[in-house]
């Protein structure tokens, strides 16, 4: 059962632009949002997080927004960069520090 | 979409004793499989990367002689905790490659009394 859904596998931005990375979720006791970067060869490496009780958090050029009502939150980089071209991750934890699940990744690619 | 399974989904276990966690890809052929454990604020640890029919490759800092891992085909690799302890305790997640992809599998969450 698949409780955290990234229905894009893959998604190209022109370098400047914005990228917009989408995650759905199932489970509604899921209170605590992550998004993960993965570059080839290495793991995940934590990126951005947010808990339900936000329905936005900002770091540099990185936005995660949160839509409860939704069961949907998205991550938002801008501009765009071509470093930024990695797997994104979301996962979903319910509380802090709970086992987390993990979406299917969407790949970014931003050309130069 | 492709699956990765997890078995067993959570164990508790004694101190002293071994647990093995498998990691299955159900639908596709992973030449190379990941294990993490997850440490506090979400933290996720590369333990290893297991190769379908050689020797598993250690992330620094994980002991090798604890943490036994297996890749016996394409679509199953094991993670074996020998002798664990109460600080072995915790969430380990695989994850199974093809081509450029990951897919994670639900984890396992192990307690040791």
């Given at each position: 059962?698949?409780?955290?859904?990234?229905?894009?596998?893959?998604?190209?931005?022109?370098?400047?632009?914005?990228?917009?990375?989408?995650?759905?979720?199932?489970?509604?006791?899921?209170?605590?949002?992550?998004?993960?970067?993965?570059?080839?060869?290495?793991?995940?490496?934590?990126?951005?997080?947010?808990?339900?009780?936000?329905?936005?958090?900002?770091?540099?050029?990185?936005?995660?927004?949160?839509?409860?009502?939704?069961?949907?939150?998205?991550?938002?980089?801008?501009?765009?960069?071509?470093?930024?071209?990695?797997?994104?991750?979301?996962?979903?934890?319910?509380?802090?520090?709970?086992?987390?699940?993990?979406?299917?990744?969407?790949?970014?690619?931003?050309?130069? | 979409?492709?699956?990765?399974?997890?078995?067993?989904?959570?164990?508790?276990?004694?101190?002293?004793?071994?647990?093995?966690?498998?990691?299955?890809?159900?639908?596709?052929?992973?030449?190379?499989?990941?294990w993490?454990?997850?440490?506090?604020?979400?933290?996720?640890?590369?333990m290893a990367?297991?190769?379908?029919?050689?020797k598993a490759t250690y992330e620094q800092g994980v002991e090798k002689d604890k943490f036994l891992i297996?890749?016996?085909?394409?679509?199953?690799?094991?993670l074996t905790?020998t002798?664990?302890?109460?600080?072995?305790?915790?969430?380990?997640?695989?994850?199974?490659?093809?081509?450029?992809?990951?897919?994670?599998?639900?984890?396992?969450?192990?307690?040791?009394?």
């Amino acid at each position: 059962d698949q409780q955290v859904k990234q229905n894009s596998p893959s998604l190209s931005v022109q370098e400047g632009r914005i990228s917009i990375l989408n995650c759905d979720y199932t489970n509604s006791m899921f209170d605590y949002f992550l998004w993960y970067k993965k570059y080839p060869a290495e793991g995940p490496t934590f990126l951005i997080s947010i808990s339900s009780i936000k329905d936005k958090n900002e770091d540099g050029r990185f936005t995660v927004f949160l839509n409860k009502s939704a069961k949907h939150l998205s991550l938002h980089i801008v501009p765009s960069q071509p470093g930024d071209s990695a797997v994104y991750f979301c996962a979903a934890s319910a509380r802090k520090d709970n086992d987390m699940r993990f979406g299917a990744g969407t790949r970014l690619t931003v050309k130069p | 979409g492709a699956v990765v399974s997890q078995h067993p989904s959570r164990v508790i276990c004694k101190s002293g004793t071994s647990v093995k966690i498998e990691c299955r890809s159900l639908d596709f052929q992973a030449t190379t499989m990941f294990w993490y454990r997850q440490f506090p604020k979400q933290s996720l640890m590369l333990m290893a990367t297991s190769n379908e029919g050689s020797k598993a490759t250690y992330e620094q800092g994980v002991e090798k002689d604890k943490f036994l891992i297996n890749h016996a085909s394409l679509t199953l690799s094991t993670l074996t905790v020998t002798s664990a302890h109460p600080e072995d305790s915790s969430f380990y997640i695989c994850s199974a490659g093809r081509e450029a992809e990951q897919f994670f599998g639900p984890g396992t969450r192990l307690t040791v009394l």
